[in-house]
């Protein structure tokens, strides 16, 4: 399963970005793997942002982007998306987008399989 993410960028605090994770492989079934995103910012541990179950009926938020970010997929598409509103600085990080094959949602760095390679979002204050 290769991962690739895009829709990073620079963005003045109180902007909005789009990140898309787009999903291939020889034996991919999109749809087999609950999706999530994470992010690093320098000097720290990665840490869990949102996930979203394979039929997309589920998600989980970590408790400082809720009410601001939305994840959301596309099946057809082999894509997981991350709508980001109302940045912050302290957003400013490496996201990166994993695939877990798993029932339940799940937070944890060491429990998915698959990671992208990242992409960087800056929120200017």
């Known amino acids: 399963v290769q991962l690739v993410e895009s829709g990073g960028g620079l963005v003045q605090a109180g902007g909005s970005l789009r990140l898309s994770c787009a999903a291939s492989?020889?034996?991919?079934?999109?749809?087999?793997?609950?999706m999530g995103w994470f992010r690093q910012a320098p000097r720290k541990e990665r840490e869990f942002v949102a996930a979203i179950k394979w039929s997309g009926g589920s998600t989980t938020y970590a408790d400082s982007v809720k009410g601001r970010f939305a994840i959301s997929r596309d099946n057809a598409k082999n894509t997981v998306y991350l709508q980001m509103n109302s940045l912050k600085p302290e957003d400013t990080a490496v996201y990166y987008c994993?695939?877990?094959?798993?029932?339940?949602?799940?937070?944890?760095?060491?429990?998915?399989?698959?990671w992208g390679q990242g992409t960087q979002v800056t929120v200017s204050s």
């Open positions: 492989g020889r034996t991919l079934v999109f749809s087999n793997y609950n």
């Open positions: 994993a695939a877990d094959w798993a029932g339940a949602l799940r937070v944890g760095v060491q429990e998915y399989d698959y």
